[in-house]
C-alpha cells in the first residue's frame, strides 16, 4: 500500500510514493514550498487529491510497531 505525491516542478513532473498519509502530506508540503506546483496526492484506492483537497485525505491509523499490549496476571 502506497500513497503517490505528484507535481510538476522546474524540470518536469516528480513522484514519489510514501507509506502513509501523513508521510504523503509532508512530502507534498516540501514540494510545494521547493516550488513545484499542481500538487497532489493518490491514494492506494486510486482517489487523487488536489492541495486544495488536502485537509480531507483519510489519515493512516497509528499501529504501536513493536509494541505489546501489557500482561495481567
Do not use: W
Not at 496526492?41 to 487529491?49: A, F, L, M, V
Amino acid at each position: 500500500m502506497s500513497f503517490i505525491v505528484k507535481a510538476m516542478c522546474q524540470h518536469g513532473e516528480v513522484v514519489h510514493r510514501r507509506k502513509t498519509s501523513e508521510a504523503a502530506l509532508k512530502k507534498a508540503r516540501e514540494m510545494s514550498r521547493a516550488g513545484c506546483y499542481n500538487v497532489h496526492i493518490i491514494t492506494p484506492e486510486g482517489r487523487d487529491y488536489h492541495s486544495s483537497e488536502f485537509g480531507d485525505i483519510p489519515r493512516t491509523p497509528v499501529v504501536a510497531a513493536g509494541r505489546r499490549e501489557p500482561h495481567h496476571v
